[in-house]
């Protein structure tokens, strides 16, 4: 037996049903473009926790995010045996012309940060040229801007950025000296950094940041790093909280709440509704199919060449739509970029894990939808089936 | 002796009830041989035909053709049988709509290890032999009722099968067309040497068979 | 018309199965609708009803949040004995001046996450009196005992009377529960604000909260606020206090109803477009029937009613079926990130009527859509096959 399942009848039903094969694979092709979204959002949720450094570690007040520390502790950081280079971010906040343009903007140290995170790094998260860290480096009034807040608001190298401090009163001008962007999944690529030490001389020599990071040698063990540290401070009145790059990001990511969870039960809800779609025309097709699988069974087509066609069936009208579904929110996203979202999820990058999950799932939703159909089919008599004939 | 029936009984469950089809029915059909089935509606006639085809199986007795047992096979053994030893008309055609006359025709061979080429010879050769070599690309919505029939006859005879089963192939065409179609029967039936088992309830068609066989009941009540 | 209806609906019985999985994907997308929109509602309502509307709310410019906000002491004594605002039977001032910052504790069932705490002067229990104390008592000034906001108890680390939290080593006591009636303040934790200032190193307070003595003017400028906005020593920007928690659930509340509605339209396109396969099916298989309806002498606009009846029916049943499938999660308790605050905001999912309403009119919608081409093709279909074999 050469070839048992008659293939060119799969691609003549999908031909002569042209208009259902349409509209259900259109239809699967929907849902499987909000599977995309919704697990790229819960992929982007926790890129923080994912992609975080190992050998990071970062320095908090042991009392709140929100209670500053010296600047002057990174000396002591710095000190601790392993410890790399230690730079430091501080939360702004502030506004830009109005309140509602919200981004993250953090006053930063320029030349650790690139050591850390930029050129002189070995991981390279923050991608920004060498004449544009050095232009950054040297100009205390500059900043740097993601690729995405660029695009969101038209920021280019050399345009005045002005901002009006709240948590640090004042009013604030920066030059853009540079447009990153990343090399990581965990670097958000809607942030704006500007020096940390402009904005100590605008308020008065304060002297405080809100948080350290700490770059380790990978040969030491950062648990013993992490305790050493925080025994540092541990009988002062600047008491820390040390942790890696992952529990602090996760932190922030617990914040969200039943957020992922409830995303997962919506894409579970939309992967239902696609099945149904998908059951609903196997199950319509295979209505219209009986006699005509009576008469294959009766020219000595065996049950498991029925079966196959009307699986593959299943396979073929859910993968066209899903893989139409994933590319259409791969091109919509990586490719035009959709600022209106990027506002809430401003590096929103589908992955190729995610793509292929999406692709991945039409086809299991395609075998299951496909499989209750051909079963029928497949056991069905021929006698039965060609009855319906006269 | 191509096909040897012997006591074979077989019924249905419709509803509650159980309804005997066919209650003990012996028949031989020889090689070469042109047998009609008649009889009325409900006598067991195309359940007989089926059975010989092996579409279905009794529910005791013995069938045997080429002195080969088919009782007790299982269905793919049954199915991959049928594909090499018998050709199917029916008497709505059941051609596949989805695809041209060509296509339909070639549907068994693709069970066979024929080459594409071969393939296409098998198949131009039945519709010459059935007189559509004309219209090969044309869907079974675009041509007549006896056009249809004989583009079934095609892809009854392409595999070559041993023997022919007819389930009143003239049923649903008019005079002129059921005369050709019973010419094209006894054409392959003088020429080729096919056995045809028919079944029939008019007797201007079943005359042109070698034997008349009647049921009634379930039971074969004239043989000759 | 009413016989051919019955006709109509007849047929989605007969084709039950494709019909209740029509019903069944119109119906998922009409539960993702009901939950996201819940879920905005509830977090809507847990803002929107705070506070009162005669209480203004004062920060510094600049700042549109409390916890941006910075109000020194000089500036708090002015606006402590500010025209204008009322005083208690004891002659004292009904205003407070207040501190917020996001904490982070430890949650009960194990990580971490911010809370709102907010050192506040005994006179902020009767100027927010919209949080009423319900257990335990005040904390005493200048120790460092808390009140905490009853969505709290047992979602934080040794939140119960008797207990203590704890941030990074410094312990609060808890000594008494306030119910906001849903609102913002069940999720806060209120300590004594000089305690907090001098824990966490500030020099300067956070916001003042005032009760004014008469009410607003119904409509047109509101001469008290815009005196405190003009008054150039004080550098303020103020709020009525319902109306900077009415704020404060703009973008997520939007972000929420946003994501509801793009999710839901989705997943609805794709619900019609099986619906409409399945009508389709319907006709084909009906298409003798339907020419027997037209030969008998109905005119094609009764088909055409006919099917979208039957697309409405469908939307309609999908539309009660979301409803019901979301209706278990109306007032579970949640939480989320509060954007404006950075915080957590525990809220209930609150399913409106007005949500059960528009979820419903939404699939009837979706319904009359999937409906519209099988019923043209419907009345296309000629009476002559009726006569055909």
Redesign the interface.
């Given at each position: 037996m050469k070839q048992p399942v008659p293939w060119r009848l799969l691609f003549a039903h999908l031909r002569r049903s042209w208009f259902r094969t349409t509209l259900t694979a259109a239809g699967v092709a929907l849902a499987i473009f909000l599977l995309v979204l919704l697990q790229t959002v819960i992929t982007e949720l926790q890129s923080g926790v994912k992609y975080a450094g190992r050998s990071r570690l970062i320095t908090t007040s042991a009392v709140s995010l929100f209670v500053n520390l010296p600047e002057k502790l990174h000396q002591g950081i710095e000190g601790v045996p392993g410890v790399v280079a230690v730079t430091h971010w501080t939360w702004f906040g502030g506004v830009y012309i109005d309140d509602k343009n919200m981004f993250a903007r953090f006053a930063v140290d320029p030349p650790t940060m690139r050591r850390v995170y930029g050129d002189l790094s070995a991981k390279k998260e923050i991608v920004l040229s060498t004449p544009e860290w050095e232009a950054f480096e040297s100009d205390r009034r500059g900043c740097i801007v993601g690729a995405a807040l660029a695009r969101q608001f038209g920021f280019k190298v050399g345009d005045r950025i002005p901002l009006k401090g709240n948590i640090w009163p004042g009013d604030y001008e920066f030059t853009v000296c540079g447009v990153y962007s990343r090399g990581s999944p965990q670097i958000d690529e809607s942030t704006m950094f500007f020096h940390w030490k402009y904005l100590d001389e605008t308020v008065g020599r304060r002297s405080v940041v809100s948080i350290f990071v700490a770059e380790l040698d990978p040969e030491f063990d950062a648990g013993r790093i992490t305790n050493e540290i925080d025994a540092l401070f541990e009988s002062s009145e600047n008491r820390t909280r040390t942790q890696t790059e992952a529990a602090f990001n996760q932190s922030f990511v617990s914040m969200w709440g039943n957020v992922p969870a409830l995303l997962g039960m919506i894409g579970g809800a939309v992967l239902f509704a696609a099945f149904m779609i998908a059951l609903n025309t196997m199950l319509l097709n295979a209505r219209d199919r009986r006699s005509e699988t009576g008469v294959l069974k009766a020219l000595g087509y065996p049950d498991r060449a029925i079966f196959l066609l009307n699986v593959s069936e299943g396979i073929v009208v859910c993968t066209i739509g899903g893989a139409a579904g994933a590319f259409a929110g791969w091109f919509i996203f990586n490719h035009i970029g959709v600022d209106a979202l990027g506002r809430f999820f401003p590096s929103f990058i589908i992955t190729d894990e995610t793509f292929a999950f999406a692709v991945g799932t039409s086809v299991i939703v395609g075998l299951v939808a496909g499989i209750v159909p051909a079963v029928i089919l497949a056991r069905i008599r021929v006698i039965d089936a060609l009855s319906r004939f006269g | 002796m191509l096909i040897q029936v012997r006591g074979v009984v077989k019924s249905y469950v419709k509803g509650s009830e159980t309804v005997l089809v066919l209650d003990g029915v012996d028949l031989d059909v020889d090689a070469g041989e042109w047998v009609s089935l008649m009889g009325p509606s409900g006598s067991g006639k195309t359940t007989l035909l089926n059975l010989i085809g092996g579409l279905d199986v009794p529910d005791s007795g013995s069938i045997c053709v080429n002195d080969d047992e088919m009782v007790g096979r299982t269905n793919a053994e049954l199915a991959a049988w049928r594909s090499r030893n018998v050709g199917y008309i029916f008497q709505l055609y059941n051609l596949l709509p989805v695809l041209d006359a060509f296509q339909n025709v070639e549907m068994p061979l693709l069970l066979t290890n024929l080459s594409r080429k071969e393939r296409r010879e098998h198949v131009m050769t039945a519709l010459d032999l059935v007189g559509l070599s004309d219209r090969i690309d044309h869907y079974p919505a675009q041509l007549s009722g006896g056009q249809n029939q004989r583009v079934a006859i095609a892809r009854a005879i392409v595999a070559d099968p041993a023997f022919l089963l007819a389930d009143e192939p003239t049923g649903d065409l008019d005079r002129k067309s059921a005369e050709d179609v019973l010419n094209l029967l006894q054409d392959l039936h003088t020429r080729f040497k096919k056995a045809i088992v028919m079944v029939t309830h008019d007797p201007h068609c079943a005359e042109r068979a070698d034997r008349l066989v009647h049921l009634e009941k379930g039971v074969i009540v004239a043989d000759t | 018309m009413i016989g051919i209806l019955r006709y109509h609906l007849m047929s989605l019985w007969v084709r039950r199965?494709?019909t209740s999985?029509?019903v069944?994907?119109i119906g998922?997308?009409v539960?993702?609708l009901v939950?996201?929109l819940s879920?905005a509602r509830g977090f809507e309502l847990s803002l929107v009803d705070t506070g009162r509307e005669d209480n203004i709310l004062v920060l510094?410019q600049?700042?549109?949040s409390e916890?941006?906000?910075?109000v020194t002491r000089p500036k708090w004594r002015a606006l402590q004995t500010y025209p204008g605002v009322a005083v208690d039977a004891s002659g004292d001032p009904l205003a407070s001046a207040e501190i917020y910052?996001?904490?982070?504790l430890n949650?009960a069932d194990g990580?971490?996450?911010?809370f709102p705490l907010r050192g506040v002067m005994p006179a902020t229990f009767r100027v927010r009196d919209t949080a009423k104390l319900v257990a335990g008592r005040e904390f005493t000034p200048g120790t460092n005992e808390v009140v905490v906001g009853k969505a709290l108890l047992g979602r934080l680390a040794g939140c119960s009377l008797g207990g203590a939290l704890d941030?990074?080593?410094?312990m609060w006591p808890v000594v008494g529960v306030i119910d906001g009636g849903g609102a913002a303040f069940d999720s806060e934790i209120w300590c004594d604000v000089e305690v907090f200032m001098q824990?966490?190193?500030r020099q300067v307070y956070g916001n003042v909260i005032l009760r004014r003595a008469t009410p607003a003017p119904a409509e047109g400028p509101d001469p008290l606020r815009e005196m405190l906005e003009n008054d150039l020593r004080l550098d303020a920007k103020t709020f009525t206090e319902r109306g900077y928690f009415r704020e404060q659930s703009g973008?997520l509340g939007t972000?929420l109803k946003f994501v509801a509605v793009f999710?839901a339209g989705?997943?609805a396109?794709?619900?019609a477009?099986?619906t409409?396969?399945?009508l389709?099916?319907s006709l084909a298989e009906r298409r003798r029937e339907i020419g027997t309806l037209l030969a008998l002498g109905f005119r094609p606009h009764h088909v055409v009613l006919g099917f979208l009846c039957e697309a409405t029916a469908l939307g309609l049943a999908g539309g009660i079926l979301g409803v019901l499938l979301a209706l278990p999660v109306n007032g579970v308790a949640?939480?989320?990130?509060n954007?404006k605050t950075?915080t957590?905001q525990a809220f209930a999912f609150r399913i409106t009527p007005d949500v059960v309403v528009l979820a419903v009119t939404f699939s009837t919608f979706v319904g009359i859509v999937s409906g519209l081409l099988p019923a043209i093709r419907a009345s296309r279909v000629p009476p002559s096959v009726a006569l055909r074999g």
């Open positions: - | - | 199965v494709g999985l029509s069944f994907s998922m997308a539960g993702i939950l996201v879920l510094r600049g700042a549109s916890g941006e906000s910075g910052a996001a904490m982070n949650k990580g971490t996450a911010n941030t990074g080593g410094v824990v966490f190193k973008p972000a999710i989705i997943m396109i794709g619900a477009f099986g409409a396969v399945t389709l099916a949640t939480g989320t990130m954007w950075f957590e």
